[in-house]
């Protein structure tokens, strides 16, 4: 039962435009979320995070947008640079108890930005 | 300062062969974690530790087993190598002030199981 989902196994964005990335939950406990970003042949580099009483968090190029009652959240880059070409995951924590810094990720979305 | 290393890098291992996958921080981080990537399924908690002497099971534990001894190392045990686990192995660590936050991921360790 995958609690975390990113529908689209890949994008492909022009230089310069915008890439939205999307993940789905099903789990109403997650109260964390975050992207991570991955180059091949390397570990998951934390990209930018959100906490459940937001809807939204910025970081330069980097906005990520949670819609909790959609139980959807997305990651906006823009403009988009062929340097953003990665996989990116999607992936929650769901607070206290025994789930106390578990990380649930989605399957990944493979960014291809074209020059 | 290294951050998450893990060693090594690549492994081939006959079925029913043992070993062990090692992941070594120097950032004092309290909250250590395997993770295990395969296609289509994003990356699975194996095993986390919150401390040295303190470790749990996460959602694929089996087939694996860890300790904590020191706060710098979290290795990983496969005591008979199945080929379902041929995957991609990550250890990260975090503060354990807020583990779900930024989690410092190592560069992997790919086993092949034959």
């Known amino acids: 039962d995958q609690q975390v989902k990113q529908n689209s196994p890949s994008l492909s964005v022009q230089e310069g435009r915008i890439s939205i990335l999307n993940c789905d939950y099903t789990?109403?406990?997650?109260?964390?979320f975050l992207w991570y970003k991955k180059y091949p042949a390397e570990g998951p580099t934390f990209l930018i995070s959100i906490s459940s009483i937001k809807d939204k968090n910025e970081d330069g190029r980097f906005t990520v947008f949670l819609n909790k009652s959609a139980k959807h959240l997305s990651l906006h880059i823009v403009p988009s640079q062929p340097g953003d070409s990665a996989v990116y995951f999607c992936?929650?924590?769901?607070?206290?108890?025994?789930?106390?810094?578990?990380?649930?990720f989605g399957q990944g979305t493979i960014l291809t930005v074209h020059p | 300062n290294a951050g998450v290393t893990q060693t090594p890098k690549f492994q081939v291992l006959k079925t029913g062969q043992s070993m062990t996958l090692q992941c070594a921080q120097d950032?004092?981080?309290?909250?250590m974690s395997w993770y295990r990537q395969d296609p289509g399924m994003g990356l699975r908690l194996i095993h986390y530790s919150v401390g040295a002497g303190i470790t749990d099971q996460g959602e694929v534990p089996n087939g694996y087993n860890v300790s904590r001894s020191t706060t710098e190392d979290f290795p990983l045990r496969l005591l008979s190598a199945a080929p379902s686990q041929t995957s991609v192995y990550f250890c990260a660590s975090s503060p354990l002030a807020d583990p779900w936050n930024e989690q410092f991921f190592g560069p992997g360790t790919r086993l092949t199981v034959l």
């Open positions: 789990n109403s406990m997650f109260d964390y």
């Open positions: 950032m004092n981080h309290e909250y």
């Open positions: 992936a929650a924590h769901a607070g206290g108890g025994t789930s106390y810094g578990k990380l649930t």
